[in-house]
């Protein structure tokens, strides 16, 4: 075996150990694509993660120049098509690969720097944190489903972001107690927290359900080997969110709801059922 081609593989096993050491619901999504596309969304997973960790976790250390660094390394490893991060030569292979636009990743990284000055928000800023942190995340995975095609890219562009807007709100409202108690952060425009109450909560459930209603449409017209992995991970956080919805305001602030390990289970067995016979 050549030497780069062990190395790819190295690379590619950290990015799918983040995937699974983060996120059971997001690997179980994985797992029930193609094969093809396992790799890929796991390097866009281990990307978009890393990125993450700095603003959220590395608390003690300088994040700005940590995140700065990060972009740095991100643009030298897609522009020499290798790094010594494992995670970032993952990623500068499937943004090589499948031409995925600077534009949708330098739009990640400004978001993500939006978390180390940004505590509250305004309509505006609120909908330019969505679109960098979930909707172009999106539409990254969605340039690899596509594999070229750019006329279905244009074609299913609007519903993928508009998923990728309804799992970060219904993260914004799971982590709600949490986002302000720990991080000083509350996402949803013109929120006061002292004031939270049950016509709040409804607005912004009935934004997230319009949402989920658009990105259904295009997960129908997915093509076959990516549309079982994205309904899974859609068919998991339309039952967080039911389960959000069941609940008081006053529990929002209280508990980080869950979905169990076991109830993921079931839900990707109906799932798989569903699909199999053209009920999506």
């Known amino acids: 075996m050549n030497t780069i081609g062990l190395y790819d593989k190295v690379c590619l096993k950290a990015s799918r150990h983040t995937t699974y050491s983060y996120s059971t619901s997001f690997s179980l999504g994985i797992r029930s694509l193609d094969k093809r596309f396992h790799s890929p969304i796991h390097a866009i997973y281990g990307f978009v993660r890393f990125a993450d960790e700095i603003v959220d976790t590395f608390h003690g250390f300088d994040k700005n120049d940590l995140l700065k660094r990060f972009r740095e390394d991100t643009y030298r490893a897609i522009n020499e098509g290798i790094s010594l991060n494992p995670i970032l030569h993952s990623f500068q292979r499937v943004v090589n690969e499948y031409r995925i636009e600077r534009e949708l990743y330098d739009t990640f990284l400004d978001s993500m720097a ?124 339309v039952n967080l969110f039911r389960k959000i919805k069941a609940l008081p305001a006053s529990r929002i602030m209280q508990e980080r709801v869950r979905v169990r390990n076991r109830r993921k289970i079931a839900l990707l067995t109906t799932s798989y059922l569903r699909h199999s016979f053209g009920m999506l």
């Open 114 to 237: 939006m978390d180390l000055t940004d505590t509250a928000h305004d309509q505006r800023s609120y909908e330019t944190y969505i679109l960098g942190s979930a909707e172009v995340v999106g539409l990254m995975c969605l340039r690899v489903f596509c594999e070229g095609d750019d006329a279905m890219y244009q074609e299913l562009k609007p519903a993928a972001m508009k998923l990728g807007a309804a799992f970060q709100k219904v993260n914004f409202l799971r982590d709600l107690k949490d986002d302000h108690q720990n991080l000083g952060r509350t996402y949803f425009p013109g929120i006061d927290l002292s004031q939270w109450g049950e016509e709040t909560k409804r607005a912004i459930e009935a934004d997230i359900q319009a949402d989920f209603d658009a990105a259904l449409i295009g997960i129908r017209e997915l093509p076959k080997g990516a549309r079982f992995g994205v309904y899974m991970a859609y068919i998991y956080y």
